[in-house]
C-alpha cells in the first residue's frame, strides 16, 4: 500500500521507517497493556525517564498506571530461555511529561530491546540500529558511545567514597572538572590520579583518538577487556558507515544502580536535547530477579513534532461551496476529479473563517466557477 507521506507528522513518519528498520533484522513487534500494576513502576521508579505516573484504582480495588515506560513491561513478560536472545520491537504510545512541553501527554515512542545471552555482537548490533534510526530521521545526527565499566573503575580506582559516587557521577555528567577537583581535595585524592578522572570526562570526540587516549592514558585504572570492547564495537559500526556519525563521550551517563558497560545517546541537530537514549540494563533485569542480560534503546518521537517544520501557507487545496438542492453526482464528480489529480478538497455550504485554501469553487448548474485562486 502506497502511503502519502505528505500528510503524515515527523514523528508518523519516523515510526513506519523505524518498524520497517527493526523487522529486518529480526525483531518482532511488542504490544503491550494500555495499564501496569503501579508497583511495576514504584519500585524502578529511578529508572524512568519521568517519575511522575498517572494512576487510577480499578474495580477491584488495585492501583493501576497508565503506561509511562514500556521496558519495564517487557522485563516483566518475558523470561529467562536458554543460550539465544529475545528481539522485541515496540511503537507504543507512553503517558508521561513530554520534555517538549513539560506537560503530561500521550507520546508516540519507538524502541528495541535485545534480552538473554548478551555478546559483543548484539551490542555492536543495537548501536548500529540506534546509529540507523537516527540517520533514518536525519543525516545531520551523532551518537555518543560511553562505557559506564570503565567510568566506574576509575571512580573506584582512584578511591572515591560510596558517599560521594553520586555527587562524581553528577558532575561528570555536566563536565564540571571544577567541582570534581573539589570533591577530589575533601576526600585527600592525589591531583594526579584526581586528573586521571578529569581527562576521563572531558575525553570526547573521534572514536580512535579516544581509544589511544584510554590505552596510553586510563589503561591502568580499568581493564583492558573494557577498553577492547568498546574498541572492537566502534571500529565495526566505522568499518560498516557509520564512523561519521558516533563519537565516544564519558559523559553520557545513565543510573549505575540499573546500567551497566556500554550507554549512548542520541542527538539531531536543531532539536536541543536527545531524541534516543539507551544502553546495558543488566542490573535492572537483576533487580527484577532476572538471570538474562538486556540492552535496548527508545527513541523519543515527541521530540521530532516540530522538526524541520515550516509554517504551513494553506490548510487544504480546494474547498468547493454548494448549496441545498445542487446535484449530489455533480457534486461527488467534481470532487473525484481534484482529488484523482492530488488536491485536498473540502466540500462546505460556506467558507469555513479558520481554513486557509489555495482555491475557492463554486457548483452551479454547469458544474465549477473559480470563485477565488490563491496558488
Do not use: W
Not at 197 to 212: E, F, M, Q, S
Request: proline share 1%; net charge negative.
Amino acid at each position: 500500500m502506497d502511503i502519502n507521506t505528505n500528510v503524515l507528522k515527523n514523528e508518523e513518519k519516523a515510526i513506519f521507517k523505524l518498524r520497517q528498520l527493526y523487522g529486518k533484522y529480526g525483531y518482532a513487534q511488542y504490544k503491550m497493556s494500555k495499564f501496569e500494576e503501579y508497583d511495576l513502576y514504584v519500585r524502578n521508579k529511578d529508572f524512568l525517564v519521568s517519575d511522575s505516573v498517572i494512576t487510577f484504582t480499578d474495580t477491584n480495588g488495585k492501583l493501576l498506571a497508565l503506561k509511562p515506560d514500556v521496558t519495564l513491561s517487557i522485563i516483566k513478560n518475558t523470561k529467562d530461555e536458554g543460550n539465544y536472545v529475545k528481539k522485541v520491537y515496540y511503537n507504543e504510545n507512553v503517558y508521561r511529561i513530554s520534555k517538549g512541553s513539560h506537560s503530561y501527554k500521550e507520546i508516540m515512542q519507538s524502541g528495541l530491546e535485545c534480552i538473554g545471552a548478551i555478546d559483543i555482537y548484539n551490542i555492536y548490533e543495537v548501536l548500529m540500529l540506534a546509529a540507523e534510526s537516527l540517520v533514518s530521521i536525519s543525516n545531520d545526527c551523532v551518537l555518543d558511545i560511553s562505557h559506564l565499566g570503565i567510568l566506574s573503575d576509575v571512580i573506584d580506582n582512584i578511591g572515591i567514597s560510596d558517599e560521594n559516587r553520586k555527587n562524581i557521577l553528577k558532575c561528570a555528567s555536566e563536565k564540571n572538572t571544577h567541582e570534581i577537583y573539589n570533591i577530589c581535595k575533601s576526600e585527600n585524592i592525589p591531583d594526579d590520579k584526581c586528573e586521571i578522572l578529569k581527562k576521563l570526562v572531558l575525553t570526547y570526540g573521534d572514536p580512535k583518538k579516544v581509544i589511544k587516549t584510554l590505552e596510553e592514558s586510563i589503561s591502568s585504572y580499568t581493564s583492558k577487556d573494557k577498553i577492547e570492547e568498546l574498541k572492537t564495537i566502534a571500529e565495526n559500526l566505522e568499518a560498516n558507515g557509520y564512523g561519521k556519525y558516533i563519537r565516544i563521550d564519558f559523559s553520557v551517563i545513565n543510573d549505575m544502580n540499573y546500567y551497566n558497560g556500554i550507554v549512548f545517546k542520541g542527538f539531531i541537530n536543531s532539536i536541543p536535547t536527545g531524541v534516543l537514549s539507551g544502553g546495558q540494563y543488566d542490573k535492572l533485569m537483576q533487580k527484577m530477579g532476572r538471570r538474562s542480560g538486556a540492552i535496548g534503546f527508545a527513541v523519543y518521537l515527541d521530540m521530532l513534532e516540530r522538526f524541520n517544520e515550516t509554517e504551513k501557507t494553506f490548510d487544504i487545496d480546494t474547498i468547493i461551496l454548494y448549496k441545498d438542492g445542487d446535484d449530489l453526482n455533480s457534486l461527488n464528480d467534481a470532487i473525484k476529479m481534484l482529488t484523482d489529480n492530488g488536491k485536498s478538497v473540502m466540500a462546505q455550504k460556506s467558507v469555513p473563517c479558520d481554513i486557509k485554501y489555495k482555491q475557492l469553487l463554486k457548483l452551479n448548474d454547469k458544474g465549477v466557477i473559480i470563485i477565488e485562486n490563491h496558488a
